[in-house]
């Protein structure tokens, strides 16, 4: 199994970005899901998740109410629209999943990872 994550880009401030999640298989649909992001000389933080269903999201403080969390299964594709972006945003994202419930903000709860993609945002 295994993640894409893909969407990043150069924006500037204030700008928005999508960024899209996509899995291997049809396997999505049973998994949590999670974004991270880890800017340079700086640990990996948690920015959001949604559950299995779509209907449960969480959202880190600094991104609430700039960034929402979407999922389609049926084409096995997770988003993460990005509005009001902020240089303090730039970063390498990562999709993550998890079997669990309602997946948490901590990245020991998930089982894959993505590869990442670069978002840079300017000032």
């Known amino acids: 199994v295994q993640l894409q994550a893909s969407g990043g880009g150069l924006v500037q401030a204030g700008g928005f970005l999508r960024l899209s999640c996509a899995a291997s298989k049809r396997f999505l649909r049973s998994y949590g899901m999670g974004w991270f992001r880890q800017a340079p000389g700086k640990e990996r933080e948690f920015v959001g998740s949604?559950?299995?269903?779509?209907?449960?999201?969480d959202y880190a403080d600094s991104v609430k109410g700039r960034f929402i969390i979407s999922r389609d299964n049926a084409k096995n594709t997770v988003y993460l629209q990005m509005n009001s972006l902020k240089p303090e945003d730039t970063a390498i994202y990562y999709c993550?999943?998890?079997?669990?419930?309602?997946?948490?903000?901590?990245?020991?709860?998930?089982?894959?990872w993505g590869q990442g993609t670069q978002v840079t945002v300017s000032s």
């Open positions: 993550a999943a998890t079997l669990s419930t309602y997946p948490g903000s901590r990245g020991y709860e998930y089982d894959y």
């Open positions: 949604i559950n299995w269903s779509g209907e449960s999201t």
